[in-house]
């Protein structure tokens, strides 16, 4: 990680916009990389603001929220110090349109551990609370029980590539009805630097994807149509994230995850997350919401 004296904890020059406003400054650009994205603008101490990409659905996605926060919690912490757990709740949807503020709470400094909790918000409120942990490196047993399932290689899945504007490239796997279960790759697009936090944070933000087929699969409904996700409303809804081994998150990782049930139009996923070797990198916890679309009345 750099030094506690380097840039990323001192302010950065000033983009001439109101954080809370829906207007920018002439010379600010939307980020277009990954290392954009997570270059967050100090403003007071503990506070820290955020741009998003223009995502062409128009809601700023999850994933960026979940790591614009950890980032913003990162720059509170001592050398040495390294996240190994973080849990948050989606409260509104974020505008792309619109700066996102983040404000850090140092809630714990202990020799071994450091407890953070950052609230990302908009004009409109609160959009994300997010609590993390962070521990310093202990020379102890390293013992992995989870197993990589058998998956193609990423390289031999040209084929079945799915779309997303840029960042993050998608390799997923079909589903089918009654499942409950979801894979694919997925991996940054532009190459990091070796600041283990930023890939850190890179897995966070690629971390809020291939989940919802799982649930999706689960539903009456489902005809494992490629078309078939129409038919539902979703939106994710809280997250949890615990993190296992070091990696580097421009390299392809493997999300498996299983879905353990429907109710109340809500939907529970449990994710591992593996690298190339079969390393258990990551594990994932995370409620979403899966509604049936109603037709207009």
């Known amino acids: 990680m750099p030094d506690t004296n380097d840039a990323p904890d001192q302010p950065q020059p000033s983009r001439s916009r109101d954080p809370l406003t829906h207007t920018y400054a002439r010379d600010v650009s939307a980020p277009k990389t990954f290392a954009e994205v997570m270059q967050l603008e100090a403003h007071g101490p503990d506070t820290w603001v955020g ?9 700023v996605y999850g994933g960026q929220v979940v790591a614009q926060a950890l980032r913003a919690a990162l720059h509170s912490v001592d050398a040495g110090f390294h996240p190994h757990s973080l849990h948050a709740y989606f409260i509104r949807s974020g505008d792309v349109a619109e700066p996102i503020r983040y404000e850090v709470d140092r809630l714990r400094n202990g020799r071994s551990f450091c407890t ?6 908009q004009s ?36 079945q590539r799915d779309s997303w504007p840029w960042i993050m490239e998608r390799r997923s796997m079909g589903t089918y009805p ?34 919802f087929p799982a649930a999706r699969s689960l539903h009456p409904l489902f005809t494992g149509n490629e078309n078939n996700h129409e038919q539902f409303i979703g939106a994710s809804l809280d997250h949890s994230m615990w993190f296992h081994r070091p990696l580097r998150a421009d390299q ?5 995850w299983e879905c ?19 390393s258990h990198i990551a594990s994932i916890a995370q409620e979403l919401l899966q509604r049936e679309r109603k037709p207009k009345s």
């Open 116 to 121: 953070r909790a950052v609230v990302a918000r």
């Open 178 to 211: 009654g499942s409950g279960k979801s894979m694919g790759w997925v991996t940054l697009t532009d190459p990091l630097d070796d600041d283990p936090h930023l890939h850190v944070c890179g897995l966070a933000f690629t971390s809020d994807t291939i989940q």
């Open 260 to 278: 353990r049930g429907l109710t109340g139009a809500r939907g529970i996923t449990i994710g591992n997350l593996f690298a190339q070797d079969g």
């Open 51 to 59: 741009l998003s990409p223009p995502y062409e659905w128009g809601r």
């Open 252 to 256: 392809w990782h493997l999300y498996e």
């Open 124 to 159: 409109g409120g609160a959009i994300l609370h997010l609590s993390c942990s962070f521990q310093r490196f202990e020379e102890e047993a390293d013992v992995q029980t989870a197993r990589m399932p058998i998956a193609p290689a990423p390289e031999d899945m040209r084929g």
